[in-house]
Structure formats: structure tokens, C-alpha cells
């Protein structure tokens, strides 16, 4: 209940919040003083010998950083690089680090690490420490030339070379830090790219992540350069990203599919399931699709255990590859006719993976 009370609020500085703003300037002094120290070498750092590419969020919670890491991985596969993914594996109760394999479990490695691999097929290990867990990567795989971090914006102690900040549709909320806001850092943080998950760009969403609006500068505004902060839009217009889904898979059996537009047929009961970190993004998209579902909004990371679809009255059960791979690990779930796994692709421009591509040659 807590949680959610605080995302309600995060959304505007109401009374709650506004109680908190003063915490927040505490919360934000700490965090500003922490990444000063890694900047000026009072903490100590790694540097990896090949280049490292971060792709993380500044809004906390779920902005769809998984399914902008796949497409990454891939549109780098696609230009004959040879990436690898390196993750703290939220969920994984292992302190050391961990090759993730076609045997590892959500329990082992995490939900979206194991997504990842099976998505993408390139290296992927995780552990708490990201430098360590790197040289790892690029010990058991040389040729990769390319790391890629899920997450990991704030994790100073590994150097990076590129940065993307990814938000969504609620931009940056209330625009305070935390516990005030949403927020881990100020929206003026420097990046290199910026991202927004989400099916239209208004100018005031853009404005709201510290960018310029769509407007304002040309059709290719995104050079790969950083410019000063400070200017009365911030950085250069985002990139815009959408997720896509077109059918359904049956969970028992993943070669079974189901267009969208065959569950929309009359009298099927259709529910939807989300333990991710924005469960109204996953259902808002199967609406637009035309469906009609009863909705279960589930914590991220859920763990599925506790048969949350005891309590839902469907023929179909529709829920995300997260959560999928969870579910296929339980043997009274992965065999629920009921389940079938919502597939969703992410679609950017292919610029920003060019550029990606030119900053890591050029390093």
C-alpha cells in the first residue's frame, strides 16, 4: 500500500510530497556528494579494456529497460559487433558471479538476465559487482568487443564510455528526487542519449526529461555529443521507443500461437497479468490491440509462487515474457492451458544504434 501511495504522488507535488521535499534535498545532496567522489578519484573506479554502454533509467522502477537492452544487443549483432550483457541479476540470491546458460533459473541469475540470453544468445553473467563480473565475461569470451550493463546507472565504480537514460510516458513524474519523487538523480544528469517508451512525444513530456522539443532542432539532433546543461531545453530530442506485440504463445507449449485479433473473438474471457515495474504499459498496449481483459497489476519481480491466477476467472491468461520465464519454472504453472506469453518487440530508429556503433569504434 505504501508503494503505491508513493507512485500516486510521485506523479505531482502534492501534500505528501511536498512533506517529503526536504528529505529529498538530503537524499540528493548524498547521492550528488557519492557520484562526486568517483568523479574526482576519492573512490575508486574500473575502466574495462573494451567499451561499455549503460542503459538505465533515472525514474525508478520499470521504463522498459530489458526490451531496449534486447534490441540493443541485436541491432549491434546486426552491424558485426559482438556484444555481451552484463547485470547485477535482481532476484538471484548468489553473491559471486554467474554465467547465465540455457539451465539457469530466475532464482540463480534473475528474471531479465535469463530473458535476455534466451532473446538475444550473446554472453550474459551477473553479480554485484559489475567490473569483476565483466572481466569475467570477457575472460570466457574474448572476442566480445562490446558490454552492454541492464541497469546500472548509478553503479560508479565501473566506467563507462556511453550512457542511455530511458523514461516513459510518465517522464520524469513530479520532477523531485526521492522519497519526494520518482527520481534517483536530477533530470539534468548528463547522458548521452536519451529514450521515452512511449507511443507519442508531447513537448511537454520532453521538456519533463530535461530535452528539447521535437520542434526545436533537426532531424537528426542526436549526434553522439553531449552538450552543456544548462540551456533552456537541456539535451538534444529523444529518441522515441515503442513496444509491440501482434499474438499470444501458449505457456505449455510456445510454438501454439494466437494473433491478438483471434482472442478478441466473443465470449472468450481474457485476463492480463503484469509483475513488472509499470503493469498499465503492458495492459494499455493490449487494449489498443482491441482486447478486452480483466486486469492483475502485480509487484516487479513478483514471485509467482503464491498462484496469483487462483483469484482470476479466464480462459486466457495473458502475461509478459518476464514473467514467463518465473512462471516456467513453477510445475503447476507452466502447465496452466490457461498462459499464454504476450511476446513484445521494441522498435527505435536505427540511427541511435549507428551512433552507438561510431562512439564505440571511435573510442
Same mark, same amino acid.
Given at each position: 500500500?505504501?508503494?503505491?501511495?508513493?507512485?500516486?504522488?510521485?506523479?505531482?507535488?502534492?501534500?505528501?510530497?511536498? *512533506?517529503? %521535499?526536504?528529505?529529498?534535498?538530503?537524499?540528493?545532496?548524498?547521492?550528488?556528494?557519492r557520484a562526486a567522489m568517483f568523479r574526482a578519484g576519492?573512490?575508486?573506479?574500473?575502466?574495462?579494456?573494451?567499451?561499455?554502454?549503460?542503459?538505465?533509467?533515472?525514474?525508478?522502477?520499470?521504463?522498459?529497460?530489458?526490451?531496449?537492452?534486447?534490441?540493443l544487443v541485436q541491432a549491434l549483432q546486426a552491424r558485426?559487433?559482438?556484444?555481451?550483457?552484463?547485470?547485477?541479476?535482481?532476484?538471484?540470491? *548468489?553473491?559471486?558471479?554467474?554465467?547465465?546458460? +540455457?539451465?539457469?533459473?530466475?532464482?540463480?541469475?534473475?528474471?531479465?538476465?535469463?530473458?535476455?540470453?534466451?532473446?538475444?544468445?550473446?554472453?550474459?553473467?551477473?553479480?554485484?559487482?559489475? *567490473?569483476?563480473?565483466?572481466? +569475467?565475461?570477457?575472460?570466457?569470451?574474448?572476442?566480445?568487443?562490446?558490454?552492454?550493463?541492464?541497469?546500472?546507472?548509478?553503479?560508479?565504480?565501473?566506467?563507462?564510455?556511453?550512457?542511455?537514460?530511458?523514461?516513459?510516458?510518465?517522464?520524469?513524474? $513530479?520532477? %523531485?528526487?526521492? !522519497?519526494?519523487?520518482?527520481?534517483?538523480?536530477?533530470?539534468?544528469?548528463?547522458?548521452?542519449?536519451?529514450?521515452? $517508451?512511449?507511443?507519442?512525444?508531447?513537448?511537454?513530456?520532453?521538456?519533463?526529461?530535461?530535452?528539447?522539443?521535437?520542434?526545436?532542432?533537426?532531424?537528426? !539532433?542526436?549526434?553522439?555529443?553531449? &552538450?552543456?546543461?544548462?540551456? +533552456?531545453?537541456?539535451?538534444?530530442?529523444?529518441?522515441?521507443?515503442?513496444?509491440?506485440?501482434?499474438?499470444?504463445?501458449?505457456?505449455?507449449?510456445?510454438?501454439?500461437?494466437?494473433?491478438?485479433?483471434?482472442?478478441?473473438?466473443?465470449?472468450?474471457?481474457?485476463?492480463?497479468?503484469?509483475?513488472?515495474?509499470? &503493469?498499465?504499459?503492458?495492459?494499455?498496449?493490449?487494449?489498443?490491440?482491441?482486447?478486452?481483459?480483466?486486469?492483475?497489476?502485480? !509487484?516487479?519481480?513478483?514471485?509467482?509462487?503464491?498462484? &496469483?491466477?487462483?483469484?482470476?476467472?479466464?480462459?486466457?491468461?495473458?502475461?509478459?515474457?518476464?514473467?514467463?520465464?518465473?512462471?516456467?519454472?513453477?510445475?503447476?504453472?507452466?502447465?496452466?492451458?490457461?498462459? %499464454?506469453?504476450?511476446?513484445?518487440?521494441?522498435?527505435?530508429?536505427?540511427?541511435?544504434?549507428?551512433?552507438?556503433?561510431?562512439?564505440?569504434?571511435?573510442?
Open positions: 500500500m505504501l508503494e503505491a501511495t508513493l507512485t500516486r504522488n510521485w506523479l505531482r507535488r502534492g501534500p505528501l510530497a511536498c *512533506a517529503l %521535499w526536504p528529505v529529498s534535498l538530503l537524499f540528493g545532496a548524498l547521492s550528488g556528494a576519492w573512490l575508486a573506479s574500473s575502466r574495462l579494456p573494451v567499451p561499455v554502454v549503460v542503459v538505465g533509467n533515472i525514474y525508478i522502477g520499470g521504463t522498459g529497460k530489458t526490451p531496449l537492452t534486447i534490441w558485426g559487433m559482438r556484444p555481451g550483457v552484463i547485470s547485477r541479476g535482481h532476484g538471484s540470491a *548468489a553473491d559471486t558471479v554467474r554465467e547465465v546458460g +540455457a539451465g539457469s533459473t530466475p532464482a540463480d541469475v534473475g528474471d531479465e538476465p535469463l530473458l535476455i540470453r534466451q532473446r538475444t544468445g550473446c554472453p550474459v553473467m551477473v553479480g554485484r559487482d559489475r *567490473a569483476a563480473t565483466g572481466r +569475467a565475461l570477457l575472460a570466457a569470451y574474448p572476442d566480445t568487443d562490446v558490454l552492454l550493463t541492464d541497469d546500472g546507472l548509478q553503479h560508479y565504480a565501473l566506467q563507462r564510455d556511453i550512457e542511455i537514460i530511458l523514461f516513459d510516458g510518465r517522464g520524469a513524474g $513530479n520532477g %523531485w528526487l526521492l !522519497p519526494a519523487g520518482p527520481l534517483r538523480e536530477p533530470v539534468s544528469r548528463r547522458r548521452d542519449f536519451t529514450v521515452i $517508451n512511449a507511443p507519442v512525444l508531447t513537448d511537454a513530456l520532453v521538456r519533463s526529461v530535461g530535452c528539447f522539443p521535437m520542434a526545436s532542432v533537426g532531424s537528426d !539532433p542526436v549526434r553522439g555529443q553531449t &552538450p552543456a546543461v544548462g540551456l +533552456a531545453g537541456g539535451y538534444p530530442a529523444p529518441r522515441q521507443m515503442t513496444l509491440a506485440g501482434s499474438h499470444a504463445e501458449q505457456l505449455v507449449d510456445r510454438t501454439r500461437r494466437q494473433p491478438f485479433a483471434d482472442l478478441a473473438q466473443p465470449g472468450l474471457r481474457l485476463a492480463a497479468a503484469a509483475g513488472i515495474g509499470n &503493469p498499465a504499459r503492458f495492459f494499455g498496449m493490449l487494449k489498443a490491440a482491441g482486447l478486452t481483459i480483466a486486469e492483475l497489476p502485480l !509487484p516487479d519481480h513478483h514471485d509467482f509462487r503464491d498462484r &496469483p491466477f487462483d483469484v482470476l476467472h479466464a480462459d486466457v491468461i495473458l502475461i509478459t515474457e518476464k514473467d514467463a520465464v518465473k512462471c516456467a519454472q513453477i510445475e503447476e504453472l507452466r502447465g496452466d492451458p490457461r498462459l %499464454w506469453v504476450v511476446p513484445v518487440t521494441a522498435h527505435i530508429d536505427g540511427a541511435l544504434a549507428d551512433q552507438i556503433v561510431e562512439k564505440c569504434r571511435g573510442r
